[in-house]
């Protein structure tokens, strides 16, 4: 990605208001769309005081996964600050910092390039307004943390005492990167930036946004599919604190705005309470017949003939026929919610013909046009603010809930903060697409794969939101054994649905590496082959292969075969694991990172017990290993929960889970021992929210059948009904 | 609607809501601590954690007619210049990922502190049971907890 960055910025130098530099990105619009007079200035990204105070935007949303700590880490290792000196400060949305999202575990491969060129150029300008103050030549100089060192002399100088005179000078257009080997802050761990106010309590998330005269609003929304036939506002109105009752108009793309009443109130309790009172009567004509078990019924027609052909190589008919031994699986995955553990929510205020949405998000730039969208106000007088989210998963790159707390607030004139109950949360979430995937596999004499059929049925994410190519959410073309088996056939069928679908953390690799790493397992037992040995086997020589998804343009198998070893190697797949204990192992690729998981279970009383998990992962140089390790270990136990207990069920168009307790997570006695180890590689650094999450429900499923012999298909786990 | 008197980290606040709202709502809407977080409102994640003398509550199910005298700590009253023992291991242990939990995961490990001040994992695995992680932090919140045990 250096090539594409490198084109299209520049870096500007100015004077902070108190004399201080400056440091500002431009960027030059793609020359083939906009005149380059039309480049625009970035806003700032370093700021350095007189008094040596660095301060760094951090440009991306925080929504756990430690962006807000690791990209201004990136900034300072070429600036050579002392981050003990460094603060870090939330950018709000503004076209001049670029693409500003979090999703898709992007944040560091993104902008890894562009912000070491920031920090090497604020560099290179301090050393020379330092070699001209010391008259000497910019090559005897050098840095270190904060300070211009004239080793000759031992003469230093601050970056606070340079920074006004460097603020004089065009900023530089080639400036030195640093080798590796030379960090000091990246590769070191590094604590979250926010971690002392968090544990105070004084970080404001979304639902901590205080605006003057504020009103909290509850929606009423309707079954999947229904509308609204008619509602009375007495009851509600009736309700101590509530003040209004407004109905929510439904946009024309329903994954944009739904319909809803919503009951506006002095505080949040009262606008729950008021929307218990009020009285509301849908339409259900439409909503009644959704629900999984005709999902599920779908599904099965669906399979029974060919779907929209993905990808093809050889002929697989022949393949299977000429097979020594072959095998046929479905595996079933259900709707999955993402319960960030802040319910959705988001605070917009609308006044004099302006916007402005502070809130939890991944996608500022959507919730900067929906917001537009819903008040009729031009998008450039929409002003968004990241608050601190408490959690994403997925959830918050859907924005429609920042058309909603924009719209009240224009319609109630009066800031409003639209607050979601955990029931709202969990029954009108955009689920992880539920659906069955077919399999039929061949092997020759040897146990080679020689054929592999993979049909998928689901509820596609891109026909919830209007998009064309359902397939292209759901079913990846390049996704191993892709590539690897001689006869090949893709195919997808969408299950139209008025049921809610989104991306969910590692969007659909999470479930379909499920089914084909399960579906893998069985063909390496079919065999008679050690399941390590039969993957290594299957990913072959060492070379890059196509890949044209997530986190492409290639695949290595070398590094594919890296994370499957390691993990084996740490978790002693050599050794037999103790008794009573099953081992399994998975591994996938995903958002350009590679990850390996090995599982050990046990069976108890008919549940199944994680007591262990061992991921290898390869992301490339690991920028912050603090927080790296975290984020592994969190998908690792996301993971893990969404495949012992994730399942949402819906009937006549409604969600039946409704909070907490029966939408089960992790508690902390349940948590296997977790081991996290990377690959030491020469790669640049890509992104760790999401890899870590696919391989896991297959390690476990295959570890379940190396202890039981049942074959698990189906997600969550339950051990009484394996498919 | 009669005036409730609520004594918060050492504060008096009195205020007109009624008495059925529970203290969470009390405490971030009407008496403006956002410290005490809100997750589920029925008792099952335990982010919003406080203490009622001492002993660890969720204030989502509490109605404040119901606190009477009872002194209520919140996560801005556990130290307020953050120097728990808690607090500086949860930061040297780089816990939080969102941190949205973590009021209420330290409001209850401090709980566990004050009446075990050595926990073993079992006695760490009993008292935090009710305060749910969607992060996964789980591991360093147990270090973190061993960590201010040890008083480090
Ligand atoms: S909000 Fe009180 S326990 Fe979840
Ligand atoms: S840190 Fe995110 S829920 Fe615990």
Known sequence: ?723 | MPAITLTVNGRRHSIEVPTEMPLLWALRDIINLTGTKFGCGIGACGACTVHLDGQPVRSCGLPVGQVGTRRITTIEGLAPDGGHALQRAWVAEDVPQCGYCQAGQLMSAAALLAKTPRPTDADIDTAMAGNLCRCGTYPRIRRAIHRAARGE
Not at chain 1, 364 to 387: H, K, N
Not at chain 1, 490 to 510: D, F, K, V
Not at chain 1, 626 to 638: I, P, R
């Open chain 1, 1 to 723: 990605m250096s090539a594409p960055i490198e084109r299209r910025t520049f870096i500007v130098a100015g004077l902070t208001a108190a004399g201080g530099l400056l440091l500002t990105v431009r960027l030059k619009a793609d020359a083939g769309l906009r005149s380059q007079d039309a480049a625009e200035a970035l806003g700032a990204f370093v700021r350095i005081d007189t008094n040596g105070v660095v301060t760094v935007m951090a440009k991306n949303p925080e929504i756990g996964t430690g962006v807000k700590t690791s990209l201004p880490m990136i900034i300072a290792e070429e600036l050579d600050a002392d981050w003990g000196k460094v603060l870090v400060e939330q950018a709000p949305l503004d076209t001049r910092y670029g693409d500003q999202f979090t999703g898709g575990s992007t944040g560091v491969w993104q902008n890894w390039d562009l912000l070491r060129r920031v920090g090497a150029t604020a560099r290179a300008m301090l050393l020379s307004a330092a070699a001209v103050r010391l008259r000497v030549e910019p090559s005897s100089l050098r840095t270190e943390a904060g300070f211009v060192i004239h080793p000759p002399t031992g003469r230093r100088l601050g970056y606070g005492e340079l920074a006004a005179d460097a603020a004089k000078a065009p900023a530089p257009t080639d400036v030195p990167l640093k080798r590796s080997s030379e960090y000091r802050i990246v590769g070191k761990p590094i604590g979250g930036v926010d971690n002392p106010a968090i544990v105070r309590g004084a970080v404001a998330y979304g639902l901590d946004v205080r605006f003057p005269g504020m009103l909290f609003a509850a929606i009423a929304r309707p079954p999947f599919g229904a509308a609204l036939r008619r509602y009375d506002a007495a009851a509600a109105l009736a309700v101590p604190g509530v003040k209004q009752v407004i109905r929510v108009p439904g946009a024309a793309n329903r994954s944009l705005m739904q319909e809803g009443v919503a009951v506006l109130a002095e505080n949040t309790w009262a606008a729950f309470r008021g929307r218990e009172a009020l009285v509301v009567e849908w339409d259900e004509t439409a909503s009644a017949g959704e629900s999984t078990p005709a999902i599920r019924e779908k599904a099965l027609q669906l399979l029974a003939r060919p779907g929209t052909l993905i990808r093809s190589d050889g002929d697989v008919a022949a393949g299977l026929s000429g097979a020594a031994k072959v095998l046929e699986a479905d595996y079933e995955v259900p709707f999955l919610a993402h319960v960030p553990m802040e319910p959705v929510n988001c605070t917009a205020w609308v006044r004099n013909g302006a916007c402005t949405v502070h809130g939890p998000m991944q996608n500022p730039d959507g919730v900067r046009s929906i917001a537009a969208e819903a008040t009729g106000i031009p998008p450039e007088r929409v002003t968004v603010l990241m608050a601190r989210s408490g959690g994403g998963f997925g959830r918050r790159l859907q924005s429609e809930y920042g058309g909603e707390a924009a719209f009240l607030s224009k319609v109630a004139a009066a800031p409003v903060q639209m607050v979601r109950s955990r029931e709202d949360d969990l029954r009108h979430d955009l689920y992880r697409p539920a659906g069955i995937h077919r399999f039929r596999g061949g092997l020759d004499a040897g146990g080679r794969v020689v054929a592999w059929s993979h049909r998928l049925a689901n509820t596609s994410r891109y026909a919830y939101a209007g998009r064309n190519n359902p397939e292209r959410s759901e079913l990846y073309k390049d996704d191993p054994p892709a590539a690897l088996v001689p006869n090949f056939r893709l195919e997808y069928a969408n299950i139209p649905t008025a049921i809610p679908t989104g991306a969910w953390r590692a969007t659909l690799h999470s479930a379909n590496a499920f089914a084909v790493q399960g579906f893998l397992d069985e063909l390496a037992h079919a065999a008679g082959k050690d399941p390590l040995a039969f993957r290594l086997d299957l990913l072959g020589g060492d070379r890059d292969l196509p890949y044209s998804d997530h986190g492409g343009p290639v695949l290595s198998t070398a590094r594919l075969k890296g994370v499957l070893r390691l993990a084996a190697a740490r978790a002693g797949w050599d050794r037999p694991p103790p008794s009573g204990v099953g081992r399994g192992i998975a591994a996938h690729f995903t958002f350009s990172g590679y990850v390996g998981v090995v599982a050990e279970v046990s069976v108890a009383n008919g549940a199944i017990r994680v007591r262990r998990l061992v991921a290898a992962v390869d992301c490339g140089l690991v920028v912050n290993p603090s927080g790296a390790e975290g984020q592994v270990q969190g998908a690792m136990l996301d993971a893990t929960q969404a495949a012992l207990y994730g399942e949402i069920n819906v009937e006549r168009g409604r969600v039946v889970e409704g909070n907490l307790g029966q939408y089960r997570l992790l508690r902390m006695s349940e948590i296997p021992e977790l081991g996290v180890h990377f690959v030491a590689g020469p790669h640049p650094p890509t992104g760790l929210g999401e890899p870590a999450v696919s391989p896991v429900a297959p390690a476990i499923a295959n570890a379940v059948f190396a202890l039981t012999g049942r074959r698990l298909r189906r997600l969550p786990f339950r051990l009484g009904a394996v498919g």
